[in-house]
């Protein structure tokens, strides 16, 4: 018999009470935490600590842990050739009034600031050598090798979903969805997760096993308001998109743009679903 973990109450974290959290953070390591840094997102919130460190922490209800657990930043600190911030450990611990875990990871501080937020409207005009030092990352990152499985909006990804999503966007239409290439991707690339004019890329508490394509197309998706930076975008990584996987990929994120919960004045909207109609013609003529 399988037990199924108690649902969580569904929170905000930008909206709610959050001190007594951060209390027990700065008692549970030792260190105080600078309230004036504090950054508070749905699913986490962060702070500077007085040892200039980075605490990021996260609230997760028992039935999103899944078999892998949600240690991301753990399991990505041994990578080599990915910038990152350094991990320095962790603190975890059960709620003790509701079916909740609250994770706190510990690493050093960035090197640059956040470029914005996870969708632009602005070209944060990067530079080539950023350019270079986030193909290179990404590279790298595809060719780690993990047991993990990627889990974007910590929903774990599958071929089922895959397919689901894109005969959302493409149910008229009879192409083999099958994904042919599974690689390890951050599975949250968006601009909130990125640094510059130093490049280095954080919060991997979802990354793993992932298809090919995924992090190039949530990216380019998170920046089809600034169409010289969505350009970019597949520029640099052509490769992914020129894919069979990739383009299946980019089907799956004008899923997530162009979904039932789109905001009508969304200026992705139009250039999602245009990409997307040209992208199934492709994959229709083989």
């Keep these: 018999m399988t037990l199924s973990a108690p649902l969580a109450r569904s929170v905000d974290l930008r909206v709610e009470p959050v001190e007594n959290v951060l209390d027990h953070v700065a008692r549970a390591l030792q260190a105080d935490l600078d309230r004036d840094t504090v950054v508070r997102k749905r699913r986490s919130i962060g702070a500077r600590t007085d040892r200039r460190t980075w605490v990021r922490i996260e609230r997760r209800g028992l039935d999103k842990i899944g078999v892998q657990g949600w240690n991301g930043t753990e399991c990505a600190a041994p990578m080599e ?26 690493t050093e501080l960035l090197l640059s600031p956040p470029i914005g937020n996870a969708v632009l409207s602005e070209d944060p005009k990067l530079k080539d050598k950023w350019w270079q030092a986030f193909n290179a990352s990404l590279d790298a990152l595809a060719d780690q090798d993990t047991r993990r499985v990627a889990t974007p909006d ?11 999503a894109i005969r959302s966007v493409a149910h008229s239409h009879d192409f083999d969805t099958t994904i042919e290439s599974w690689v390890p991707a951050h599975a949250d690339l968006n601009w909130a ?12 508490e979802d990354w793993g096993n992932a298809p090919r394509g995924l992090d190039s197309a949530s990216l380019w998706g998170s920046s089809l308001a600034v169409p010289a930076l969505a350009d970019r975008v597949w520029q640099e990584r052509s490769g992914d998109f020129e894919s069979r996987d990739g383009k299946l990929m980019t089907l799956f994120v004008c ?18 679903r245009s990409v997307a109609e040209r992208v199934v013609s492709e994959l229709q003529a083989g």
């Design 255 to 272: 899923s997530k743009i162009l979904g039932p919960d789109a905001h009508p004045e969304d200026p992705r909207l139009t250039p999602a």
């Design 81 to 106: 050739g990915v910038a990152q911030p350094v991990w320095r450990g962790c603190v975890v611990w059960r709620d003790a009034d509701e079916p909740v875990m609250w994770r706190v990871d510990e």
């Design 193 to 204: 997760n990125m640094t510059a004019p130093t490049f280095c890329l954080f919060d991997w």
């Design 154 to 164: 910590t929903v774990t990804i599958t071929q089922e979903l895959v397919t689901e």
